[in-house]
């Protein structure tokens, strides 16, 4: 039972930053835009807070400088690949190898280190007990006494659904995604919604990455995303178009990436849980391709 | 003949553009480390403007100079270590520049390179290990299952693409991971060298090296395969129908459907035959240089790769150039960070700026705005 309530409440620790990544790359997503810079974006994201909460000790101007970058970031990748043409998928790239040399120049320049952030220490955001629920034996250890993000994070689910469902802008964003020329016709301008989609998604990125450091310990890293923004990315893959679907599948990963703690006494290896979010990726890809094709056929 | 000099000056304005670019990015970087560089709290502000300088003069001259030059009591001699590492670096850029060109010319995004890269080093890793040593044959095969993990891995996402019609540019990056740790646990499981503390396999067996022009510095032979493929590249790019096929297929098509050309099967085998080039370029620096595996991530050949197609606009024979550019540049970087406070990772800002530079279209080629901009100036001279 202390094993349970141990596992779960690290999964949920664990899910934090995958799930704020993944509504990024769903608002993208949704919006037509694939979103592929969400590693990098979140790595920065990751060394900004650290580094200005490290040398200002101010936890408000380091959320701002961090959740700056990553709007930066998507803003360089709206602006080149929407006004200079180039195309979004190679400018993303760009964006992710400036993160994973950039981060530990700019760490070399700032601390005279290149591996961690360790020798200025960063804050914290505060764990949020939840009152009442914090009572019940077993749920309140699960659900409460968490980092703030995390249950903005969980409050994000619903308000991202929401958003795309019930506003004006989300009704944008889902028309510019499934038919350009159409969305175009009645007068919005693909340009602008993508943008405010892109932006978003580097919103939500950022405080992935700001969680990483600030929250799941108190330092930079050298490529300590390791493989999240990848990871987000695939749990938008398999959740499909529903924030929803995307919560399940990255408490999925999350709960996977929780066993991999535990399970090492199974004597299971670190190397396949840490493969399970891209396989079963790659294998729900196949199902739902493959269910698509049955009814492409059957249609025609 | 008209068609062909319009065309011709197309492909020297790219060449202008691209030239333009790398020059820009090696003037950010100046800039970079020169700000960087700045003591704001001692001394004097021109003090420290002077210092900044002198010191960026140097890294610089490091950076750009080292993997062909060294000082020799302040005079400049020929830097053979320097150049044999140059060459050596070059031939896994060259192998994923043109696995990368091969897809992007078909019109795909398939971004599998590094993990197929990687799928070939450990597979290669086996048949070093464990073929029968004789001469020659071993090293073939070698490289030869390099070339089939490469493709199998490629494979996957190609299959996706053309049996299923999903996008492969999700399933190829999951694939990535997917070979980075499925290979680490297979080198740790059957290859693990027990003696050593770090996580590396045995050492490969004597035939299954390759061919060592100069023994000092490791200088092997894998720049002629590399020059090898590149050409046979060229050839089938240029000479074949396949290729042919191939080129028409990228840059339209519907044009290629309606012209006979089963494109969704070109699409197919291009990523199969990019992959098999991706899975040699990894085992070739594990068994020219190194002798065992010792990766516990992934090297990020591929990645370079998508950079060198870029540069060389996905042309086979300008791969060779481009892969050179970049592997001269992280050499120099390299050796700049032994000697001076820069590190050499800034070489990844360089390069982030060279794609974004590079793929924005409407950057430095934006015609309408060019003729804006000549257009506007008679107009201002009337108002005037």
């Known amino acids: 039972m202390a094993d349970m309530v141990d596992f779960l409440s690290t999964s949920l620790r664990v899910t934090t930053p995958i799930l704020l990544s993944a509504l990024g790359a769903l608002i993208a997503s949704s919006a037509g835009a694939t979103n592929i810079a969400l590693e990098g974006i979140m790595l920065f994201s990751a060394f900004v807070g650290a580094v200005v909460s490290g040398l200002t000790h101010s936890l408000i101007l380091s959320l701002l400088s961090a959740v700056s970058s990553g709007l930066i970031m998507t803003g360089i ?48 955001f505060p764990t949020l007990e939840i009152p009442l629920i914090n009572k019940i034996p077993g749920i309140g250890e699960i ?139 790659v294998l729900m890809l196949i199902i739902v391709s493959f269910k698509k094709e049955r009814r492409f056929i059957g249609n025609s | 003949m008209k068609g062909r000099k319009v065309k011709k000056i197309n492909i020297s304005n790219e060449l202008s553009k691209t030239l333009i670019v790398i020059l820009i990015a090696l003037l950010a970087g100046y800039i970079l480390i020169f700000l960087t560089g700045l003591d704001w709290k001692g001394g004097g502000f021109f003090q420290s403007v002077r210092t900044s300088f002198q010191q960026t003069g140097e890294a610089y001259e490091i950076f750009l100079s080292s993997p062909l030059f060294k000082l020799n009591r302040a005079i400049p001699e020929f830097n053979f270590k320097g150049f044999v590492q140059w060459i050596n670096q070059s031939v896994p850029i060259i192998l994923t520049g043109l696995a990368v060109s091969l897809v992007f010319s078909a019109g795909i995004f398939n971004l599998g390179a590094e993990g197929q890269m990687f799928a070939g ?74 003696i050593s503390g770090a996580l590396m396999s045995r050492k490969f067996r004597e035939t299954a090296r390759l061919f060592l022009l100069n023994e000092r510095y490791k200088w092997h032979i894998g720049i002629f395969i590399a020059i090898g493929v590149t ?60 002798g065992r595996f010792l990766w516990v991530n992934s090297p990020g050949y591929g990645w370079d790769g998508v950079i060198v197609a870029l540069v060389a606009g996905q042309k086979p024979l300008l791969v060779l150039p481009a892969a050179l550019f970049i592997s001269y540049i992280r050499v120099g970087a390299t050796t700049m960070g032994r000697y001076t406070e820069v590190s050499p990772e800034i070489i ?18 934006n015609r309408p705005l060019m003729e804006t901009v000549r257009s506007a100036m008679p107009a201002r001279r009337e108002d005037g």
């Open chain 1, 77 to 124: 990748l709206a602006f080149f690949s929407l006004k200079l043409k180039a195309n979004i998928i190679m400018a993303a790239i760009a964006l992710n190898i400036f993160s994973s040399g950039g981060t530990i120049f700019f760490l070399n320049v700032i601390t005279g280190e290149k591996g961690s952030s360790a020798s200025i220490e960063s804050l914290v």
């Open chain 1, 143 to 281: 659900l409460s006494g968490h980092n703030i993000l995390t249950y903005f994070a969980l409050f994000s689910v619903i308000a991202v659904s929401f958003m795309l469902k019930r506003t004006p802008l989300g009704t944008k964003i889902r028309a510019v995604g499934e038919n350009k020329e159409a969305a175009e016709s009645v007068g919005i301008s693909v340009r602008k919604v993508k943008t405010v989609a892109l932006l978003l998604s580097g919103f939500y990125a950022s405080l992935g990455g700001v969680y990483l450091s600030m929250g799941y310990v108190s330092w930079f890293s050298r490529n300590m995303t390791s493989g999240r923004g990848w990871i987000a990315l695939a749990a938008q893959a398999l959740g499909g178009k529903s924030a929803y679907g995307v919560a399940i599948s990255s408490g999925v990963f999350g709960m996977s990436e929780s066993a991999s703690y535990s399970l090492k006494l199974l004597n299971i290896p670190g190397e396949l849980t840490q493969a399970f979010p891209f396989i079963i990726t």
């Open chain 2, 121 to 194: 080093a450990v597979g290669g890793t086996f048949t070093a290990i464990l073929f029968p040593a004789i001469p020659v044959i071993h090293a073939f095969m070698v490289i030869l299952t390099g070339i089939i993990c490469g493709m199998a891995v490629a494979a996957i996402p190609a299959s996706i693409k053309y049996k299923l019609r999903g996008s492969e540019i999700v399933s190829s990056l999951m694939m990535n991971y997917i070979a980075l740790y499925i290979g680490l646990l297979l080198i740790r499981t059957f290859l693990r060298d027990e």
């Open chain 2, 231 to 290: 050409m046979l590249i060229w050839f089938i790019m240029n000479k074949t129908t396949w290729g042919y096929k191939l080129r028409v297929t990228g840059a339209n098509k519907t044009f290629a459907n309606y012209s006979g050309i089963p494109s969704t099967r070109m699409v197919f085998q291009t990523q199969l035959l990019s992959g098999s080039i991706a899975g040699m370029a990894g085992i070739i620096v594990l068994a020219g240089y190194h």
């Open chain 2, 348 to 365: 990844a800002i360089l390069q982030a700026i060279i794609i974004l530079l590079i793929t924005a279209k409407a950057f430095l080629a």
